[in-house]
């Protein structure tokens, strides 16, 4: 049975989001304050820590607020729903259907609708709260309330934070440590055998350690003050006796590079936060079923699983994560984890002015060949880009050195707006990336060469804008190439000095400095069998450089001024 959908309202900063979750991991991203943890916590609220209507588990920052609603009395109540649907390819075994049958319904199949409400009480003067099951038509089912109780033993929630600190987890009374500790799967004659070993220690260490005869041979003339047992009865244990009493004390030590066994909870937070990982994994594959149930599948809530680790260590935590039984959700800002993630498992989380959107890439918008592509040009290598607020497409490498060098020297901050430049040419155009980028609420700008190559990337993009305004999203270049603009505007000594004598002939009748002058030399300079167009387009963006804001042709500076205001006007 998999949780199917959260619907979560006027909770912290979200006023209303759903999100369609994965059978068995949902990844969620997002910029922060978009509320992936907000949504993390409400699942913990739901399956976790409200157990009774008595106490409120929510406190007065938990209620949306904004311009009209900045005073409790004004705020709307909070609703979490978790809806649990049966598949066709995925019917709900036995168990679960006679373990929660009385609130069960659906006409073809099982579904469980559950809410948590919160409001403020004018009279109490303070947040009361509740919690129900649904029917079909929303309708509480009245009296089923004790069934939560039954949902949570067969679908335990776990919460790892981003802050997975082992002095926290590998002690005596955590959660997941201490279930090992107490688990009593020491055979009766081997814990004799063990108890009698450990006294005979501490009789030694108690002997060696002279100071001790001091204290005991004091602490003995109490028979003299008080009732108490036989003169003898005074012992000093450095360690308890009793086989699982001593286990409470164990701790997990790791070596060093140079071989020092020191305490995990010493070791960098990065090893510390893997350790954790690992020491929750162990329990979710040998304890889970015997401390909560033997049916218990667990729904598992990860913030930020690359927290402190290495960008190696984070591409193979993924592997781990995805090996935890049961339902994952990863909410992550790592790239790195991107990469390995497929892309239907992702959500990303956004805001539109006020509402928070969350948006997923339907598993029918590419064709294999097109998926096949963006996994290797984008997923694969370039994950990171799926966290951009903006795209600006551009056809290759010179274009995205030149509009780099450009905001630079403008004093844009680009990644400070969110954009991010993307090579769309090796990925046989940009109908994939604009796809993607509407699919996941990122915003795109097309900036096409003016040549016949350029116009079939705008004609690509025409197909894709769904009656959105061309200007918003497509820029042709008024010359055939961003090599030619450079010329154009008094970069152009670079690609000249790669003519070489035996061409000069080839420029004889055109005006020095016209557009069909360079465009001439870019066709020399492109066929030449030893001249790199990348090193021209370097020196010529140096030139630039040193010439300052002015140097930077009119045509480029418009189109930056384009890309950075997108982000504040909807896809």
Same mark, same amino acid.
């Given at each position: ?419 991010? =430049?993307? @090579?769309?040419?090796? &990925? #046989?155009?940009? $109908? ?5 980028? *509407?699919? /996941? ?99 010529? =963006?140096? @030139?630039?450089?040193? &010439? #300052?804001?002015? $140097? ?5 500076? *418009?189109? /930056? ?11």
């Amino acid at each position: 049975m998999r949780l199917s959908k959260i619907a979560v309202d006027n909770f912290r900063g979200i006023e209303h989001v759903e999100i369609e979750l994965d059978r068995d991991v949902t990844v969620l991203v997002g910029e922060n304050n978009t509320g992936k943890t907000s949504v993390l916590e409400a699942l913990r609220l739901c399956l976790d820590i409200v157990r009774s209507d008595k106490t409120c588990n929510f406190s007065e920052f938990d209620f949306y607020r904004d311009q009209t609603r900045a005073d409790l009395l004004s705020c709307q109540p909070i609703s979490i729903t978790l809806s649990f649907l049966e598949s066709e390819d995925h019917l709900w075994p036995e168990h679960i259907t006679q373990g929660l049958n009385d609130v069960i319904v659906g006409s073809d199949f099982s579904a469980i609708k559950f809410r948590i409400t919160a409001r403020y009480d004018a009279d109490a003067g303070e947040p009361v709260q509740s919690w129900s099951f649904h029917d079909d038509a929303g309708n509480e089912m009245v009296g089923k309330g004790g069934m939560i109780k039954e949902l949570r033993r067969l679908r335990p929630f776990f919460f790892q934070t981003a802050l997975r600190a082992a002095k926290d987890q590998f002690h005596g009374q955590s959660t997941y440590w201490a279930s090992f500790l107490k688990s009593k799967d020491i055979d009766d004659a081997t814990r004799r055998a063990l108890e009698d070993e450990l006294y005979k220690v501490n009789q030694k260490i108690v002997n060696a350690h002279a100071s001790f005869k001091d204290v005991t041979d004091e602490v003995k003339r109490i028979s003299d003050l008080v009732a108490v047992g036989q003169a003898d009865a005074v012992t000093v244990d450095p360690a308890p006796a009793d086989v699982y009493k001593a286990l409470r004390y164990t701790d997990v030590n790791l070596l060093t590079a140079s071989s020092a066994k020191i305490p995990i909870r010493s070791h960098g937070e990065g090893t510390q936060s893997l350790s954790v990982l690992l020491l929750f994994s162990a329990y979710l594959k040998t304890r889970i079923q015997a401390d909560v149930d033997r049916h218990a599948e667990p729904i598992i809530a990860i913030e930020e699983p690359e927290a402190h680790l290495h960008p190696n260590a984070v591409r193979a935590v993924w592997h781990l994560l995805r090996g935890f039984p049961g339902q994952k959700i990863v909410a992550t800002h790592s790239g790195d984890i991107l990469s390995e993630v497929p892309v239907s498992k992702l959500r990303r989380m956004k805001r539109n002015g006020t509402a928070t959107e969350c948006k997923a890439i339907p598993e029918e918008l590419l064709s294999d060949e097109e998926l096949r592509k963006f996994n290797h040009h984008v997923r694969r290598n370039r994950g990171e880009l799926l966290f951009a607020r903006s795209w600006l497409l551009v056809e290759g490498e010179t274009d995205v050195s030149v509009f780099a060098e450009c905001a630079d020297v403008l004093g844009v901050d680009l990644h400070g707006k969110g954009v991010r =430049i993307v @090579e769309c040419s090796q &990925a #046989g155009g940009p $109908g994939i990336f604009i796809k993607v980028a *509407d699919a /996941l609420g990122i915003h795109w700008h097309l900036i096409a060469d003016g040549d016949d190559g350029g116009q079939k990337y705008i004609d690509d993009a025409k197909a894709l804008l769904n009656g959105r305004p061309e200007t918003d999203h497509i820029s042709p270049l008024t010359f055939s190439n961003i090599d030619v603009l450079l010329c154009c505007s008094g970069y152009g000594q670079p690609y000249r000095d790669g003519v070489g004598p035996q061409k000069d002939a080839e420029l004889t009748g055109l005006t020095i400095g016209s557009t069909e002058y360079w465009e001439k030399v870019y066709m020399i300079v492109n066929k030449a069998r030893r001249f790199s167009k990348p090193e021209a387009a370097l020196k010529s =963006i140096l @030139e630039m450089k040193t &010439a #300052g804001v002015d $140097g930077v042709p009119r045509e480029l500076t *418009d189109i /930056l001024n384009r890309i950075t205001t997108l982000g504040d006007a909807n896809p």
